[in-house]
């Protein structure tokens, strides 16, 4: 039973052009959340989805970030026109049911992370 | 929104110290998350908790919903345990959706 897979691992971009990140959830877990981790900060939610519906995108910059989790396929988080602030650590988590909904159980699992360097 | 402090920032340890890491969040919530990131950048998910305390293996999560505090203790501790302990709680207060976290604690554990 493969865990939270990201990738990619590593990806440099260049000012302007896009990154594409993709995380496959674990098998059978339908809830996805993106966080980002600045340098030499801590992580920030970003997008919580399940399948084909994004339920909580407030942590989300509201231009050149999207993010989606189709019925088929991984969840992917697209940034557009990246500069150099967007360098970071983006991490996928994924979850049975909703974070902290359910009690009593440890129901998170985090990707390795995929790390962007924007140059 | 919730805001979350840990403290100490920065720990360093001699092997078998018994080590304790604190978390006060302002925002009453339904459950608590404490998370380990290694150098390697992963993270796992050590314990998520909403009353009492929770104990795996030496790791032992302790919470106080009144007084909206935690603590995370590892016992006989090694320097396998060295990395960044997180804590964190539901992003709106509520229970649901996201998690903010704290800024973490390095934990250094020397041989």
């Known amino acids: 039973n493969a865990g939270v897979m990201q990738n990619p691992r590593h990806l440099v971009r260049r000012r302007g052009q896009e990154a594409r990140l993709r995380c496959s959830p674990v098998?059978?877990?339908?809830?996805v959340y993106w966080y980002r981790q600045l340098p030499e900060e801590g992580l920030k939610f970003m997008v919580y989805?399940?399948?084909?519906?994004?339920?909580?995108e407030s942590g989300m910059p509201k231009e050149r970030f999207s993010a989606e989790f189709p019925k088929e396929g991984p969840s992917i988080l697209r940034i557009q026109q990246v500069v150099r602030g967007d360098s970071a650590a983006y991490f996928c988590a994924s979850s049975p049911m909703r974070s902290g909904h359910r009690s009593g159980a440890n129901v998170l699992t985090f990707g390795a992370g995929s790390r962007l360097t924007v140059l | 929104k919730n805001e979350v402090e840990q403290s100490p920032q920065n720990l360093t340890a001699q092997e078998g110290e018994f080590i304790t890491i604190n978390c006060s969040y302002s925002v009453g919530i339904s459950a608590l998350h404490w998370l380990q990131q290694h150098p390697g950048g992963g993270i796992v998910s050590l314990f998520m908790?909403?009353?009492g305390k929770k104990k795996h293996g030496r790791l032992i999560a302790t919470i106080n919903i009144q007084e909206k505090h935690s603590s995370l203790h590892i016992t006989a501790s090694h320097p396998r345990d060295s990395a960044v302990y997180i804590c964190?709680?539901?992003?709106?207060?509520?229970?649901?959706?996201?998690?903010?976290f704290g800024k973490g604690t390095h934990l250094i554990i020397q041989p």
């Open positions: 964190a709680v539901p992003y709106s207060g509520g229970g649901a959706d996201g998690l903010t």
């Open positions: 989805l399940q399948k084909e519906n994004i339920i909580d």
């Open positions: 908790l909403s009353s």
């Open positions: 098998k059978g877990h339908s809830h």
